[in-house]
């Protein structure tokens, strides 16, 4: 059982940044697709971003955050970083963590592992 733990979120300003870290309890990420979903109140869960493990490290975003979010490794063999930039209110939502086995089982949500979720509010 691998497990996903989300830090990083909060309230900010709009306009703020925020980076969230992924930390995952496998040794390292790189045999898995990470991913970033969110889910506003009375909305569906919706991708916001992912990476590959393998192929070069492949980037994917949701057209809505490109320019404005950089998912990228983090600073350790097991974390992943979601940078957050220029925020919105629409921006806010509880953002969730994914694994999933390769990046083509990511795009169709067949997700292996989810991290419990964090909460990011961005006031106007």
């Known amino acids: 059982q691998v497990h996903l733990v989300e830090s990083g979120g909060g309230l900010v300003q709009a306009g703020d940044s925020l980076r969230l870290s992924c930390t995952a309890s496998?040794?390292?990420?790189?045999?898995?697709?990470m991913g970033w979903f969110r889910q506003a109140p009375g909305k569906e869960r919706e991708f916001v971003a992912a990476m590959s493990g393998t192929s070069g490290g492949l980037l994917y975003y949701a057209d809505f955050v490109k320019g404005r979010f950089t998912m990228s490794p983090g600073n350790a063999a097991n974390v992943v970083w979601l940078q957050m930039n220029s925020l919105r209110p629409g921006d806010t939502a509880v953002y969730y963590c994914a694994a999933a086995n390769n990046i083509a089982a990511m795009k169709t949500v067949d997700i292996a592992y989810w991290g419990q979720g964090i909460q990011v509010t961005v006031s106007s």
């Open positions: 496998m040794g390292a990420w790189h045999n898995y697709a």
